[in-house]
């Protein structure tokens, strides 16, 4: 993990200008799909938040004219997605690429926090549940979609390894270099 300050790749702004406009139905239906893949293959995960098994968590990547709820339902989750600001137990917000870079563990959630790259609002102990059910799942959602894709596997993985080179985003998990 890093723990020095980074300054995080913006999602580009022309992508984000036409999210505006384009219908949200096929992207939330895939992303629900996601979700309900992900609570299926990793169910620990989803133990793991315990009393937060419920709880609705407010995902907002701050460089996206989109919000996210995600809501857990002890191992059945669902995921919303609007462009209506949405209530939730707690808000998670900053930019896509600290919110997926968290996940895949190339930056520290807390490092993002002091660093202001990451507000959290609302119940910070649900936070920190998902925080921490995340982290011991190892998730790698490059992986995850790939899996998803059948015999298009190659190319997504190969898509999205092109998408991770040409922003700098952390789309899927790496080892951690032993040297550090």
């Known amino acids: 993990m ?22 949200l139905t096929p992207i939330a239906l895939a992303l629900g799909a996601f979700a309900r893949r992900m609570g299926a293959r ?28 995600l809501e857990p339902r002890a191992g059945h989750p669902r995921l919303r997605l ?12 900053g930019p896509l690429s600290g919110l997926l870079g968290m996940v895949h563990g190339a930056y520290d959630g807390d490092a993002l926090f002091f660093s202001r790259d990451l507000v959290i609002e ?5 936070v920190l549940a998902l925080r921490n059910a995340i982290d011991d799942a190892e998730l790698d959602l490059a992986a995850e979609a790939e899996a998803m ?32």
Do not use: C
């Not at 890093?2 to 219908?23: C, T």
């Open 2 to 23: 890093q723990d020095h300050a980074v300054q995080l790749p913006v999602f580009p702004r022309l992508p984000a200008f036409a999210l505006r406009g384009l219908p």
């Open 42 to 69: 990793h169910p620990s995960m989803f133990k793991r938040l315990g009393d937060y098994g419920n709880a609705r968590f407010v995902l907002d990547p701050t460089d996206l004219p989109v919000t996210l709820l």
């Open 82 to 93: 609007s462009r209506k600001p949405i209530e939730g137990d707690a808000r998670i917000a």
């Open 122 to 126: 609302g119940d910070t102990a649900a």
């Open 149 to 180: 894709s059948g015999p298009f596997a190659a190319q997504v993985k190969r898509l999205i390894g092109l998408a991770e080179t040409k922003t700098g985003v952390a789309l899927s998990r790496h080892e951690e270099d032993p040297l550090w």
